[in-house]
């Protein structure tokens, strides 16, 4: 920690650096002579009523544009003379005699007459002892070689300014001053005012309150300068560090890295200047409000202490003041700094051909690609041709101008040279990635920061053309020859479907069977009754509703990996668990009916959260905007914010001739397709994004899962038809 500053108070004045004579005190604290405030005043000139302090420069309002105005310090006054005597006294130095001081012939004084106050030449010294009241007076021989006791100063009446022989006698609250008994009579006499014995004795106990409720100031502060000192310390090691690694690394790519170089240097010197300067701008603040305190909780002790009640209210109010001003900074002052020591560099010795001009960087804090990925856009891998896409890409929190480091890049996947255009933009520590396809296919997206992919960068988007769900048209069917409730569709054409045989039937593109995943039983890569499927990527996710689990396989080879989920109403438990959807940032949703909930799982099977909602959950789908769409089989659709956290709207079912909610999917345009049954009245129908009914398509027997393909087609798994159907 370091030291603990607490400054004295000297009795000299620190512009003439003499004894004070007449001390005025300034609202800051700061005392000087009357003579040297006045030669301030008029350097500064006369036609300002304000005065800037000499010592703080704090520009100070005069009373009436006059310096007699300001306080008169009446402790410095009395400390000064006092300090003056004991320094005669002490030094020895010949000294006139008080008494016969009036002539030109003063002799030089002998003794000190602690009682009159009086230096006193030997002649007067012989008068002096012979008079009857001066017989007991202590004198002090300025003479004599011995250790001599200093005297205390007594203290002499104060007279009043405007009534030279009237004494100071009361205490005026309103005016916070010192008054005669005429002054008293003239102007005072309808004012809060008191005998002067008794306001000192409250101004001492209120100077002591200050000086305790100071205590709690200076020691977090002063280890907070402390922290920021050793703070500035760690950034010049580091400075040094890092451009000693800079140095080396560029050493090894010879001239044509010696401008990239020089340049980091630049960017290290900045920066750690510009640390520095912050760091130094936070002690200042600390040091400042340091030495105010330690200044005012100095005086206030002092005062408080040792001195008479006139001179404790001729500054009692200054002082406490300004130590209330320097604890109500203290509240508002973060004691943490605000700034760290840590100069980060990026600087992989890689070929760099024409990249050698953007080779290189630094940072003040350290920029990590994983800690960046798409925030929400791409729980659907669709867009639409010609159509802005955007996505939104989280930004650490620290991290200044953190969207200008990235870059996007959006291409054709079959390496033809057409790129769309990629934007990005900065919104409330949100990076808006925009992007627009010119011609159907795949494309990927890439986001990167200084040169490196963020998190799950680059992306694969399937470019479709717009649908009209005004003319949807049943393009085939894929026959699964038992009871089928969910449907999933690769990006490569193949159609999964589960049957109530025990397995997941899975079809190319033209409706030929081309194999089995799973087998009838409970163990492991085994189905009862297979209910909900969704693909991430390569993995197929199927839900079990009489076995409450959700497995996990290889889509293309139809390998066990995992399971997750048992039967209950834990976290992680279900009972019955129907649908599923993927926010496209790694979580899974799964519905669990008669839990009346949306679990939300890792694609390891991590338990994350649960979404309560209220009714019997049959669906999930995630939007474009990361919203969470819930299919309650009691005819309304819920929706919740991203985080699962708030109900933000509720669809009830338009279809006025439908009673159940069964399955839920979303285009990239934002229509929401519904599954909806009840008896002989089964349809799926489109919203659109303002919620109106756009198409039903009817002729279904108790369709359950639904899903789209790369090319925007409706997949519908129509349960008591045993197929699932194209639009």
């Given at each position: 920690?370091?030291e ?11 512009v003439?650096?003499e ?10 604290l700061?005392?000087?002579?009357k ?7 008029e350097?500064?000139?006369s036609a ?11 520009s ?5 544009g006059k ?7 009446l ?6 003379k006092?300090?003056?005597?004991k320094?005669k006294?002490?030094?020895k130095e010949?000294?006139?005699c ?9 002799d030089t ?15 007067c010294?012989?008068v002096?002892k ?5 017989t007991?007076?202590k004198?002090?021989?300025?003479e004599?070689?011995e ?20 004494k ?11 008054v ?12 809060n ?9 409250i ?23 402390a922290?920021g000192?050793?703070m500035?310390?760690q950034?010049a090691t580091r ?13 090894e ?12 240097l630049?960017e290290?010197?900045e920066?750690?200047s ?17 030495k ?5 909780r100095?005086f ?9 009640p006139g001179?404790v209210?001729?500054v ?7 130590l209330?001003e320097?604890?109500e ?25 024409n ?18 990925s798409?925030?929400?856009?791409l ?7 010609k159509?802005?896409r955007?996505?939104k ?17 959006f291409?054709?996947?079959d390496?033809s040279?057409e ?5 990005i933009?900065n ?8 992007c ?9 997206l ?9 998190k799950?960068s ?5 470019v ?8 949807l ?11 089928t409730?969910g ?9 999964f479907?589960?049957?109530w045989?025990?397995?997941?039937q ?5 409706g ?11 163990g492991?890569g085994?189905f009862?009754?297979?209910w909900?499927l ?5 993995r197929?996710?199927?839900s079990?509703?009489?076995?409450n689990r ?5 889509a293309?080879?139809?390998q066990?990996?995992?399971?997750f989920?048992?039967?209950g109403?834990?976290?992680?438990q279900?009972s019955?668990?129907f ?6 940032k ?9 839990n009346?909930?949306?679990q ?7 338990f ?7 009714g019997q959950a049959t669906?999930v789908?995630?939007?474009n905007?990361?919203?969470i ?6 005819n ?6 991203p985080?699962?956290?708030?109900h933000?709207?509720t669809?009830?079912?338009?279809h006025?001739?439908?009673?159940y ?7 990239d345009?934002g229509?929401?397709l519904?599954?909806?049954?009840r008896?002989n009245?089964v349809?799926?129908?489109?919203l ?6 756009v ?5 279904l ?15 519908v ?7 699932i159907t194209?639009?």
């Amino acid at each position: 920690m370091a030291e603990n500053t607490s400054p004295g108070i000297t009795m000299t004045c620190e512009v003439c650096s003499e004894y004070y004579t007449d001390p005025l005190m300034l609202p800051c604290l700061h005392s000087f002579c009357k003579k040297c405030l006045i030669k301030a005043k008029e350097k500064q000139g006369s036609a300002d009523t304000s005065l800037k302090c000499p010592t703080c420069d704090t520009s100070v309002n005069l009373p009436d544009g006059k310096i007699e105005g300001l306080t008169q310090n009446l402790w410095f006054e009395h400390k000064s003379k006092e300090a003056l005597i004991k320094k005669k006294i002490i030094n020895k130095e010949a000294v006139s005699c008080d008494k016969c001081s009036v002539d030109d012939s003063s002799d030089t004084a002998v003794v000190y007459c602690c009682d009159c106050g009086q230096f006193l030449c030997d002649l007067c010294k012989k008068v002096h002892k012979r008079g009857k009241k001066e017989t007991n007076h202590k004198l002090i021989d300025l003479e004599t070689k011995e250790s001599i006791e200093l005297p205390t100063v007594k203290h002499e009446a104060v007279y009043c300014a405007r009534h030279l022989d009237q004494k100071l006698m009361y205490y005026c609250n309103d005016c916070n001053k010192l008054v005669c008994q005429i002054c008293l009579n003239v102007k005072h006499k309808t004012h809060n005012y008191n005998d002067y014995l008794d306001e000192g004795d409250i101004a001492r106990k209120a100077l002591k309150e200050s000086v305790a409720s100071c205590d709690e100031v200076i020691p977090p502060v002063t280890e907070a300068i402390a922290n920021g000192e050793k703070m500035l310390e760690q950034i010049a090691t580091r400075k040094e560090e890092v451009r000693q690694e800079i140095k080396e690394t560029f050493e090894e790519l010879k001239v044509a890295l010696d401008k990239r170089c020089n340049d980091l240097l630049m960017e290290t010197e900045e920066i750690a200047s510009a640390k520095r300067n912050s760091v130094e701008k936070q002690l200042d603040g600390f040091r400042k409000l340091v030495k105010q305190v330690s200044h005012g909780r100095h005086f206030a002790s002092s005062v408080s202490e040792r001195t008479d009640p006139g001179e404790v209210l001729s500054v009692k109010k200054l002082i406490t003041n300004q130590l209330e001003e320097c604890i109500e900074e203290y509240k508002k002052l973060p004691l943490e700094i605000e700034e760290n020591q840590v100069i980060w560099t990026c600087l992989a010795a890689s070929t760099m051909s024409n990249e050698i001009h953007n080779y290189g960087s630094v940072f003040g804090v350290y920029i990590d690609p994983a800690a960046y990925s798409i925030d929400s856009g791409l729980a659907i891998p669709l867009a639409t041709v010609k159509k802005e896409r955007k996505f939104k890409v989280a930004l650490p929190a620290g991290i200044d101008k953190a969207a200008s480091y990235l870059k996007g890049s959006f291409i054709k996947s079959d390496g033809s040279k057409e790129e769309g255009r990629v934007v990005i933009v900065n919104d409330n520590n949100t990076a808006i990635v925009s992007c627009t396809p010119q011609s159907i296919g795949g494309y990927e997206l890439s986001v990167t920061i200084r040169g490196h992919h963020i998190k799950g960068s680059p992306y694969q988007l399937s470019v479709k053309a717009s649908r009209d769900y005004t003319t949807l048209t049943n393009q085939r069917s894929f026959n699964v020859g038992s009871n089928t409730y969910g449907v999933a569709v690769h990006t490569n054409g193949e159609v999964f479907a589960g049957s109530w045989d025990g397995f997941v039937q899975v079809f190319s593109e033209d409706g030929t069977a081309v194999r089995r995943i799973g087998s009838k039983g409970n163990g492991n890569g085994q189905f009862d009754r297979p209910w909900g499927l969704l693909l991430v990527g390569d993995r197929l996710y199927v839900s079990d509703d009489s076995l409450n689990r959700v497995q996990y396989f290889s889509a293309t080879t139809g390998q066990y990996i995992g399971q997750f989920g048992s039967n209950g109403n834990g976290n992680g438990q279900f009972s019955r668990s129907f649908g599923m959807s993927t926010d496209g940032k790694g979580n899974i949703l799964v519905a669990d009916y008669n839990n009346n909930r949306v679990q939300v799982f890792k694609e390891d099977g991590t338990f994350v959260q649960v979404i309560q909602c209220d009714g019997q959950a049959t669906d999930v789908a995630v939007d474009n905007e990361g919203k969470i769409h819930i299919t309650i089989y009691q005819n309304h659709i819920k929706i919740f914010s991203p985080d699962g956290k708030t109900h933000l709207h509720t669809y009830n079912n338009p279809h006025s001739g439908s009673g159940y909610l069964h399955g839920v999917a979303i285009d990239d345009d934002g229509h929401i397709l519904v599954l909806t049954y009840r008896y002989n009245d089964v349809c799926v129908y489109a919203l659109s994004p303002d919620g109106k009914q756009v198409k039903l398509i009817s002729g279904l027997s108790n369709p359950f899962g639904i899903a789209l393909d790369k090319d925007g087609y409706i997949y519908v798994a129509d349960c008591m038809n045993k197929c699932i159907t194209k639009y």
